[in-house]
């Protein structure tokens, strides 16, 4: 087996690129676009070039809404927030309306709280409570992957991996730093989606995407989509 759909670019700066493009274009496909974004190092160079005024001024923004394809379940001002560095690398600098920024509720008691409560926004922002494979929930899903394989919170051996029926769930134990619960969307959602892109840079992962490429089995792999599945790579993270 090999990876789906490669794309690799010089380095993280062209993937950066290449992405902020693709949501400029979807911003200005017509209708809302729904994206789910990802944590995480690697689409922080995006957030932060799709800031700048060059870039932002081409950006439909009450086009788009943003959803967390996973966060981390800690306070909102934590340096552990995905949320927070999205705030601080994006959303504070575009002139998106605030409601259509769905943040994960970390305040909420529990990350299965957490994780219902964002289960039931998703499904009003659907407009229904099944997935109709012809109408995704998404039009675009952002992930990233780890050197142990994961992707979103969805981490090797934990029981996110196995939830087939619930949008989102909560993750009493993260499988890496930093080392608290989160709450992640699972396989079934992130499927419900016309394009799911994984960006993926630096050295240090290439060779957990030579593992997946022989077809062993890690969560960043089982990701599908009803439409397509793509890993925007850099050279160093290609092996190139
Ligand atoms: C997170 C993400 C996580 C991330 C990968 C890759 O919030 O940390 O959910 O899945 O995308 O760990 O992260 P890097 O891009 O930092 O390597």
């Known amino acids: ?40 190092s690697t689409p922080q160079r995006l957030y932060r070039l799709l800031a700048t005024p060059a870039m932002a001024a081409r950006v439909d923004w009450p086009r788009l809404h943003l959803f967390w394809g996973d966060e ?18 994006l959303v504070r600098h575009v002139p998106i309306p605030a409601e259509n920024v769905h943040r994960v509720a970390t305040g909420l008691g529990s990350p299965e709280a957490a994780a219902a409560d964002y289960a039931a926004r998703l499904r009003a ?63 079934p959602a992130l499927a419900s989606s016309r394009e799911v892109a994984f960006l993926v840079t630096g050295a240090s992962k290439a060779a957990m995407l030579r593992r997946i490429a022989a077809g062993e089995d890690f969560p960043a792999g089982r990701v599908t989509s009803q439409g397509r599945v793509g890993w925007w790579l850099d050279r160093a993270a290609a092996g190139a």
């Open 1 to 40: 087996m090999a990876l789906p759909n490669v794309t690799v670019f010089d380095d993280a700066d062209a993937v950066a690129a290449a992405m902020a493009e693709r949501i400029v274009a979807l911003s200005h496909a017509g209708g809302r676009a729904t994206i789910a974004l990802s944590g995480g």
């Open 72 to 89: 981390r379940f800690v306070a909102p001002d934590s340096a552990d927030s995905g949320t927070l560095m999205v705030e601080e690398a």
């Open 125 to 187: 922002h659907y407009g229904a409570d099944a997935l109709d494979p012809g109408r995704p929930l998404f039009d675009l899903v952002l992930l990233g992957m780890g050197d142990d394989g994961h992707t979103a919170s969805l981490f090797p051996g934990k029981l996110a991996v196995e939830e087939r029926a619930a949008w989102v769930t909560g993750v009493p134990e993260a499988g890496m730093a930093p080392w608290v619960p989160r709450v992640t969307l699972t396989f």
